[in-house]
Each structure stands twice: as C-alpha cells, then as structure tokens.
C-alpha cells in the first residue's frame, strides 16, 4: 500500500495563525477547511471553479485581496498566505458569539438576497473584495452598475437571486461613500 505524501502547512485564517499542520500534497483548499479547521461556510459547488460558491478572500501584503477558488486549488498554494472565509466577516464576542454583522452581510439581510443560500459565502466574499478595492478608489456613479456586475457576474445562483445580490451590494457601496458623483 503506497503511504500518502503529506507537507506542513502554516497560514492565517480569519486573522489567527494555523500550523504548521501536515497536510496530503493533493488536498485541496476546501476540504482543508472543512476537515481539518472545521470551517464549513465556503461551499462545494460545482467542483470546478466555475460557480464559484468556494471563493475565500486572499489578502495580499500591500493591502489589495482577490477572490480565489478553494475547490480547484491545492491547499498548499496557501502556505505562508492569509485568507479570509465568510465565517471570518462578522464582528464576534470573546467566546464567539456574532455581536455584528459587518456592512455588506447587513445588506445582504436587509434585501434578503438570498434564496437557498448555498451561493451567499461567495457572493459576500465577492462584494467584500469589491468593497475594498473601492475604498481605495471609489467609482463614478455611471459606472456603479458595470462595477458590480464585473465583480459578481461571475458567481452561479441556480435560484437565480441575482437582482437582490446586486441591489445588496450597490446599496452597501453607496451607503459606504464609495460612489464618485459627476
């Protein structure tokens, strides 16, 4: 029987460090979360990085994050990196409790932009990464719409919720300041 080659894997997760963990070569990034870390609210979708209900934050060291696809990416591309996942968005107590959802979850809830939900880690993750990059530099209003749809016209919703996705995140980047009027 042939042994299964493992590697030790360090990264930050949520902000807390993790590791090093000896981990398969071939596992990928969402089944390291889900089995090893116990963070099950990225979602296995399509199993092909196209519907894109995997997605985690990636945030880079000069303070930019992009969404990455963790069903089609080997968790040891992680190695050394931080991610964010969607359990990582609300504000929680000491013993972890959600105190605060943060502005975009609220939207999301205000337009109840969800249906089954199963598409909602990574349309958050999504909006999240549009957010910041435009409290860098925000948009002009006659580009708003294009704007948003370029950031989650990407993501699947086969309950086909996608008008209150979209009027969630619009409504969280105006109330954000992020739009340039003229």
Do not use: W
Request: contains cysteine.
């Amino acid at each position: 029987m042939a042994e299964l080659s493992t590697r030790p894997l360090r990264l930050t997760i949520n902000g807390q460090a993790v590791g090093p963990v000896e981990v398969p070569d071939d596992l990928m990034m969402i089944d390291f979360l889900h089995e090893y870390q116990g963070l099950t609210g990225s979602r296995l979708g399509c199993g092909q990085g196209i519907c894109r209900a995997c997605v985690v934050i990636l945030d880079h060291d000069d303070g930019t994050s992009e969404e990455m696809r963790i069903c089609i990416t080997g968790a040891h591309f992680f190695h050394g990196k931080r991610i964010r996942t969607i359990e990582g968005h609300a504000e929680r107590s000491d013993n972890g409790d959600i105190v605060a959802l943060n502005p975009i979850q609220r939207k999301f809830v205000d337009h109840f932009a969800f249906q089954c939900s199963y598409c909602a880690p990574g349309f958050v993750n999504a909006a999240t990464v549009l957010v910041e990059r435009l409290e860098r530099e925000p948009v002009a209003r006659a580009d708003l719409e294009t704007t948003i749809d370029q950031a989650l016209g990407h993501h699947i919703c086969r309950c086909t919720g996608y008008v209150r996705y979209y009027q969630a995140a619009k409504a969280a980047i105006e109330e954000l300041g992020l739009v340039k009027e003229g």
